[in-house]
């Protein structure tokens, strides 16, 4: 059986013959050239970076367009580093699922060094330093996810652990972005060589969210004397710290057993699926979807690496953003969350499977084409009714993709805001969000979810949020059999800016969406009688208003 180890790498025919694509350029090179010159380094070891960035980058080398590979850095799962990077070589195996039932296979050889960035691992911490020190140096990128970037408590004050990071100064950073502006700190300390750092995590204006989380460290860090002012003029100054924009996007579900079957059965051996002491769920593999998107800012004021060679669309911020928005904010994401939420009270455990229900779907293609398509400006890079188009009738319904909602559903709070509410800003400003219906049903449907109660009325598992058991407190008296129970309990999240962007009542959603909560807890069978009453009432609206809107803005 093959495995991931530089040893087996010797024998890349073995590797051919197992059907899998092998890395056609001198790893040992490219290794020591990484080490002695760093260009790129990524903050987050998990499987979107893997089949994504890592795969961008083997393109590049393949062609002999770079000579160096990528640096990855978890700041939060020592065992993974440990295991997945460190334990197979840094190498990996990308698993591309196809629609029509093709899987493709291939070595990941690009991911030269990995290394675990904590306090508590000091030689690490030192090499990480070393890498942002060295003015070779060109970008950092990030996926964390978006609640990596949160710096708030469930109360909207800065967390615990934010506060301990500002007081505790540079030196002893925990929280993500802490450690990201202490790496600044050391590379402007080392002469002040210019960097991009680029979010390519899936939200809003990612870029600008870095930036601001990094900034609100490093100015508590000044006003404490940790720090000088010239820290704080690098870090603003763009022609020196870059925080380009950007859109990603690639279905990337946790690895699955029948995924590791197949491998094994190829003659492929290295397929144990992990779940870590922090439950990170990993394997040696990546199973992935083929689609996939790249969308960055142009603004790199030390050079980058030649992605556009790889597929990646470079371009400016005002086109990343509003691609960013027709993915994030209208032609996917929201799409998955509704399915998430819906999936989960209907005992769905299969994405795809979901695309079948014509109730679900029915949601999904009101939320996107009814509501979401009449407010998505056309980016001129990529068509968004061909995107939607693409997502509902080819990408969701991939039945090789092993996604579930129950995945999806994991830090809703995190989402909602970006997911749902800047929609809802679109049509609040335009005073039309009355006409919303599916949007709020979804939301509605969240509220609901949090009842830890299935349709039947049988306890199910919540997803991992950080949020959970602060805003379960306030549904605890809701009642499933009596709608009276609704009352206001909603008020405190439906209001929550923090969650939202903005207070649902001052849209006139907030009461609308408490009735549709009255609804879904009428008693066992209401959610599902429930999202059929308005799924069935609008999809003969929703078909004919596709038509209308296949012209965006």
Same mark, same amino acid.
């Given at each position: ?44 070891? &998990? ?68 290394? @675990? ?31 990596? @970037? ?37 590379? @402007? ?43 704080? &003029? ?134 996107? @084409? ?22 509902? &009738? ?160």
């Amino acid at each position: 059986m093959l495995m991931l180890t530089t040893e087996t790498m010797q024998n890349l025919a073995a590797f051919e013959s197992a059907g899998i694509t092998v890395p056609h350029f001198d790893r040992a090179a490219v290794t020591r050239a990484t080490t002695a010159n760093p260009a790129w380094i990524h903050f987050g070891g &998990g499987n979107l970076f893997r089949c994504l960035h890592a795969s961008l980058q083997q393109r590049l080398l393949n062609a002999g367009e770079s000579e160096t590979g990528i640096v990855v850095v978890d700041t939060y799962d020592d065992e993974l580093i440990e295991t997945i990077y460190q334990g197979r070589d840094n190498l990996s195996l990308t698993v591309v699922m196809k629609a029509n039932g093709d899987i493709e296979k291939e070595l990941i050889a690009s991911i030269t060094e990995s290394q @675990y960035l904590a306090e508590s691992n000091p030689a690490g911490t030192a090499r990480v330093r070393a890498i942002f020190a060295n003015p070779s140096l060109q970008l950092a990128t990030v996926t964390i996810t978006e609640k990596g @970037y949160n710096l708030k408590g469930p109360d909207g004050e800065l967390s615990g652990l934010v506060l301990g990071d500002i007081e505790a100064g540079p030196d002893h950073a925990r929280h993500t972005m802490a450690h990201l502006a202490s790496l600044l700190l050391e590379r @402007y300390r080392a002469g002040a060589t210019p960097i991009a750092m680029v979010s390519t995590d899936n939200f809003s204006h990612n870029g600008e969210k870095l930036r601001d989380a990094i900034l609100v460290v490093a100015r508590a860090w000044k006003d404490r004397g940790f720090v000088d002012d010239g820290y704080l &003029g690098y870090l603003t100054d763009p022609a020196k710290v870059a925080f380009p924009w950007s859109m990603i996007d690639r279905i990337t579900p946790g690895p699955s057993a029948s995924v590791a079957g197949e491998l094994q059965a190829a003659g492929f051996g290295d397929t144990e699926i992990l779940v870590t002491q922090k439950h990170t769920t990993t394997a040696p593999f990546v199973n992935t979807e083929e689609v996939n998107y790249l969308v960055v800012e142009d603004t790199f004021p030390n050079g980058r690496p030649p992605l556009e060679k790889a597929g990646v669309y470079f371009t400016d911020r005002d086109t990343v953003n509003k691609v960013e928005r027709m993915k994030v904010c209208t032609c996917l994401n929201p799409l998955h969350t509704a399915m998430a939420i819906y999936g989960c009270l209907l005992g769905f455990t299969s994405i795809a499977d979901e695309t079948a229900d014509a109730d679900i779907s029915a949601l999904i293609t009101g939320i996107g @084409y009814r509501e979401g398509l009449p407010v998505v400006t056309n980016p001129g890079i990529i068509d968004p009714k061909s995107f939607l188009d693409q997502v509902v &009738g080819e990408r969701l319904p991939n039945k090789r993709i092993p996604d579930t909602p129950q995945r999806i559903a994991s830090d809703t709070s995190q989402k909602v805001g970006i997911r749902f509410g800047e929609t809802i800003k679109l049509y609040r400003n335009t005073g039309a969000a009355d006409d919303l219906t599916f949007i709020p049903l979804a939301i509605a449907g969240w509220c609901r979810y949090l009842l830890a109660l299935d349709d039947g009325g049988e306890p199910f598992e919540l997803s991992p949020d950080p949020m959970n058991e602060h805003l379960r407190r306030y549904v605890s008296d809701i009642r499933l059999g009596d709608p009276a129970s609704v009352g206001r309990r909603l008020h405190p999240i439906l209001s929550n800016r923090d969650i939202f962007g903005l207070n649902l009542y001052d849209t006139g959603l907030g009461a609308r969406i408490e009735g549709y909560v009255e609804e879904l807890v009428a008693g066992p069978g209401a959610v599902r009688s429930t999202l059929h009453k308005y799924a069935s009432t609008t999809s003969n609206s929703t078909t004919s208003n596709t038509e209308e809107t296949a012209s965006c803005k």
